[in-house]
């Protein structure tokens, strides 16, 4: 976490949280109620990099307690809601993850079995246990670059798919 909220520092504008109000929308789970929280609006660029922390919070894996925010212990929002779809507009759904998702991996086996994990559809398959994993342990540079490549390809062809591009 303590990585994350250097790179975050470095990277962020000083006015990225005027930059982000109503653009950003950030999920976050209260750690005790499991209720999901939708943030969109961020009082300084410090509360923005604290709803990140929060929304970045995977317990055990990225410590034991709870990250605070505005005083309250919250978690990663994908553990209520992994892809949230704004009540106004279209929301293009993005996922690691093969599913029915707008955009994500091809589905490339022979089973048709899905689940819903926090919201979001999401196909019993090695590929995604796979994906997981990788989620969790971050593989070499290299496969690194060839996952870049793959969600490239993924969001072209939704932009075709949906006749958004040529």
Same mark, same amino acid.
């Given at each position: 976490?303590?990585?994350?909220?250097?790179?975050?520092?470095?990277?962020?504008?000083?006015?990225?949280?005027?930059?982000?109000?109503?653009?950003?929308?950030?999920?976050?789970?209260?750690?005790?109620?499991?209720?999901?929280?939708?943030?969109?609006?961020?009082?300084?660029?410090?509360?923005?990099?604290?709803?990140?922390?929060?929304?970045?919070?995977?317990?055990?894996?990225?410590?034991?307690?709870?990250?605070?925010? =505005?005083?309250?212990?919250?978690?990663?929002?994908?553990?209520?809601?992994?892809?949230?779809?704004?009540?106004?507009?279209?929301?293009?759904?993005?996922?690691?993850?093969?599913?029915?998702?707008?955009?994500? /991996?091809?589905?490339?086996?022979?089973?048709?079995?899905?689940?819903?994990?926090?919201?979001?559809?999401?196909?019993?398959?090695?590929?995604?246990?796979?994906?997981?994993? =990788?989620?969790?342990?971050? /593989?070499?540079?290299?496969?690194?670059?060839?996952?870049?490549?793959?969600?490239?390809?993924?969001?072209?062809?939704?932009?075709?798919?949906?006749?958004?591009?040529?």
């Amino acid at each position: 976490m303590l990585t994350l909220r250097k790179g975050l520092e470095n990277i962020l504008p000083p006015n990225a949280h005027e930059i982000a109000a109503d653009r950003l929308y950030v999920s976050i789970t209260h750690s005790r109620s499991r209720e999901n929280r939708m943030v969109s609006r961020f009082t300084s660029r410090e509360n923005l990099i604290k709803v990140l922390l929060a929304s970045c919070f995977v317990p055990l894996y990225a410590g034991v307690t709870a990250f605070e925010y =505005q005083g309250e212990k919250w978690i990663d929002g994908g553990f209520t809601n992994c892809l949230p779809v704004m009540a106004e507009g279209r929301t293009v759904t993005i996922s690691p993850f093969s599913g029915l998702q707008d955009i994500c /991996p091809k589905h490339s086996g022979l089973s048709n079995l899905h689940i819903n994990l926090a919201k979001m559809d999401v196909l019993v398959s090695m590929d995604n246990i796979a994906r997981l994993n =990788q989620a969790l342990f971050p /593989p070499a540079h290299n496969i690194m670059k060839e996952i870049n490549r793959s969600g490239y390809e993924d969001a072209l062809r939704f932009l075709r798919r949906e006749k958004w591009m040529d």
